[in-house]
């Protein structure tokens, strides 16, 4: 048993904490962020912005 909590534990230190915004790559404070499908994002209009992105690299995708 002592094993299995060890290996959560580090699986807890292996996930990196998000630090900058997915769509503008600024530096998001605690103050300031916004969490959408389990991602945090600085605004709003960032969160469009990156789901905008998303859409228009499916759509190359699917005319290749």
Known sequence: M???AATQEQSKA???KQTNCLACN????KIRR???NG???CTKRCWM???ETEKNKGKEEEKK
């Open 14 to 16: 292996a996930e990196e």
């Open 49 to 51: 912005k990156f789901i």
């Open 34 to 36: 916004y969490y959408r």
């Open 39 to 41: 991602k945090f994002y």
């Open 26 to 29: 600024k530096p998001i404070k």
């Open 2 to 4: 002592a094993a299995e």
